[in-house]
Nanobody, 123 residues
Framework: GQLVESGGGSVESGGSLRLSCEAS????????LGWFRQDPDQERVGAAV???????IYADSAKGRFTLSRDYVKNTIILEMTGLKPEDTANYYC??????????????????WGQGTQVTVSS
């Protein structure tokens, strides 16, 4: 299987962007899926993740501004990003992982990754 990302781009502060990730291949319905951001020379950190039950978990920086949803028919997750700030600028990666515990925002355990998409927010 693979994760195919789309979306991202450049916006001004306060703008909105939409990131989409399609998980192709068997088994992903039971996986945690999410979006992680990575700054240069930094580890990837979760912005928002969602488990098979469909309850999203957000990083504090994303709460109230980002909305993560999951389409079980299309095996896709969509991250709606609103009220974007310059500090949201980063490369964003879709990730999938199978856990025996609730989904987490740490990158450890997420075995599949997309190719990454750049989000740039100008002030």
């Amino acid at each position: 299987g693979q994760l195919v990302e789309s979306g991202g781009g450049s916006v001004e502060s306060g703008g909105s962007l939409r990131l989409s990730c399609e998980a192709s291949g068997p088994g992903y319905l039971t996986y945690c899926l999410g979006w992680f951001r990575q700054d240069p020379d930094q580890e990837r950190v979760g912005a928002a993740v969602i488990g098979r039950q469909g309850t999203p978990i957000y990083a504090d920086s994303a709460k109230g501004r980002f909305t993560l949803s999951r389409d079980y028919v299309k095996n896709t997750i969509i991250l709606e990003m609103t009220g974007l700030k310059p500090e949201d600028t980063a490369n964003y990666y879709c990730a999938a992982g199978r856990f025996q515990r609730p989904c987490g925002l740490e990158q450890d355990g997420y075995a599949s990754w997309g190719q990454g998409t750049q989000v740039t927010v100008s002030s």
